[in-house]
């Protein structure tokens, strides 16, 4: 679906901000794509979404070299959710979506009020302005006015910002659905839990280059101190154990009246994101 090799891309003279990329996406994968500001995620997503041209390297969607491929019918196959809505604040979400669908094939839309319906957006807000909706709502339409579309690859920047956590769990469960379908999702996103529970891989970004790329589960296990934590009582004070996972398979290395519970001391996602990108989430 998506092949990128050795990537470069330079804003002017002495500018180079990616290096080299190098990485795929498969059909129906939802693919992570994560790093700090100014990392080069949102240069690499622009030059994959047609709107950055002038790079270096090869970049093929649907089979096809980009830089050739930036027609109709390439617009028309992929949805693009920015980080910030793009809507028209005077219009109503309807307006909004029947205005939008006019640059799409009939029979590629979806119903409209089918697609709101499976958002969870409030009726009574249906024909009042944009400009009247809070973050939650807008983000409701954008992702609305994306997937009425139909598209075979969706581009998702920060999907769940501004969504309480209710409307983050709808949204990462619409976006399940859209794989299910058959669509392929490249997710660019801070929030490592959405990263976490979505993403079939993912790739760290860190000034212009890809330093690390697998799933999160591998990547996981791969810096685990594979030792456990046990919270347990015993003579009716409160205890802490940490030990190692193999010694599990032998027996507790301790006297206990109770377990209160058991964590592996696996390393997360955030983890994950600090130690190969060597800066904090912001």
């Given at each position: 679906m998506i092949d990128v090799k050795n990537l470069t891309f330079a804003y002017g003279k002495d500018k180079e901000v990616l290096?080299?990329?190098?990485?795929?996406?498969?059909?129906?994968?939802?693919?992570?794509?994560?790093?700090?500001?100014?990392?080069?995620?949102?240069?690499?997503?622009?030059?994959?979404?047609?709107?950055?041209?002038?790079?270096?390297?090869?970049?093929?969607?649907?089979?096809?070299?980009?830089?050739?491929?930036?027609?109709?019918?390439?617009?028309?196959?992929?949805?693009?959710?920015?980080?910030?809505?793009?809507?028209?604040?005077?219009?109503?979400v309807l307006d909004n979506l029947s205005y939008f669908a006019s640059f799409y094939p009939k029979a590629q839309l979806r119903d409209p009020l089918e697609v709101l319906d499976s958002l969870q957006f409030k009726k009574d807000f249906l024909k009042k302005p944009v400009s009247s909706y809070s973050k939650g709502m807008r983000q409701r339409a954008s992702m609305a006015r994306v997937l009425m579309s139909s598209p075979k690859l969706l581009f998702l920047d920060e999907p769940t910002s501004g969504l309480d956590p209710a409307g983050a769990v709808l949204f990462r469960k619409i976006i399940e659905e859209e794989k299910k379908r058959g669509t392929t999702v490249f997710l660019t996103t801070h929030n490592m839990v959405d990263a976490d529970l979505l993403c079939d891989r993912v790739a760290f970004i860190s000034n212009g280059d890809i330093v690390a790329l697998d799933t999160p589960k591998n990547l996981k296990e791969r810096n685990s101190s594979h030792q456990v934590l046990i919270e347990y009582v015993y003579k009716g004070e409160r205890k802490t154990e940490i030990i190692e996972a193999d010694e599990l398979r032998k027996s507790m290395m301790f006297a206990q009246d109770e377990i209160i519970s058991i964590h592996s001391k696996e390393p997360t996602l955030e983890d994950m994101f600090i130690k190969y990108t060597g800066r904090r989430l912001t």
């Open positions: 290096h080299g990329l190098n990485f795929h996406v498969d059909e129906g994968e939802i693919f992570g794509f994560l790093g700090p500001n100014g990392s080069g995620k949102s240069t690499t997503q622009k030059i994959l979404t047609g709107i950055l041209k002038g790079y270096k390297g090869t970049v093929r969607l649907f089979g096809k070299e980009i830089c050739d491929f930036r027609s109709p019918t390439f617009f028309q196959q992929i949805g693009v959710l920015f980080e910030f809505p793009y809507l028209y604040n005077n219009l109503s």
